[in-house]
């Protein structure tokens, strides 16, 4: 049997047990990825407005740190740029 489908951060991060202390830069990913993938078209506006650039920036390392874990959880067998 297969997992629902999710793309909450947050959900996900608990099911492969993500340590206690990157679970504060999951729950800050996790509304600007549901923004950024959902947008609200009925709002006109579009997700790139909805973030400023200091706030970019923050998600950009924040992200940042997440790989790094990824990276340190599975090896060899994670994607390297």
Same mark, same amino acid.
């Given at each position: 049997m297969l997992a629902p489908r999710t793309?909450?951060?947050e959900f996900l991060a608990t099911? *492969?047990?993500v340590s206690e202390n990157l679970m504060p830069d999951i729950s800050l990913l996790n509304p600007a990825f549901d923004?950024?993938?959902y947008?609200?078209?009925s709002e006109g506006t579009a997700p *790139?407005?909805?973030v400023s650039e200091a706030r970019a920036i923050q998600h950009?390392?924040?992200a940042r740190?997440?790989?790094q874990w990824l990276g340190q959880q599975l090896g060899d067998t994670f994607p390297r740029s």
């Open positions: 793309q909450d951060l099911e *492969v047990a923004a950024t993938r947008p609200n078209s *790139v407005d909805l950009l390392d924040t740190g997440v790989f």
